[in-house]
């Protein structure tokens, strides 16, 4: 069920409190079913001093995108602007492709 956003997919994030905002998918989990929306869902890490191996990890707040999970964003239509649905379509090759439920344009 999560084939339908991909990376580099623009998505609007529906719940939650990003909710209405809009970000580049960055990365998605399929096995997980979350997604990195850059700019969305920033955490911050307190790091504290630590050495790895031979590197000195420097103290400070590290901030980051966390995942979200895929059912709190929808894909936002490149034609109409719109967070929508996605439909798929068998083409005659037999791939399919992802389609917007709005205005039907093709989204692959
Ligand atoms: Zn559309």
Redesign the pocket.
């Known amino acids: 069920m999560s084939n339908h956003i991909k990376k580099g997919n623009t998505v609007e994030i529906i719940s939650g409190n990003d909710r209405g905002l809009r970000g580049t998918v960055q990365w998605v989990y399929p096995k997980k079913e979350r997604v990195i929306i850059s700019g969305i869902n920033i955490v911050k890490k307190h790091q504290r001093p630590m050495r790895a191996g031979r590197t000195q990890v420097q103290p400070g707040v590290i901030e980051f995108e966390a995942p979200i999970h895929i059912s709190n964003v929808m894909l936002v239509?490149p034609?109409?602007n719109?967070r929508?649905r996605v439909g798929f379509v068998q083409q005659e090759d037999g791939s399919k492709v992802r389609v917007?439920k709005?205005?039907?344009?093709v989204i692959d």
């Open positions: 239509c034609r109409c719109q929508t917007c709005r205005c039907g344009e």
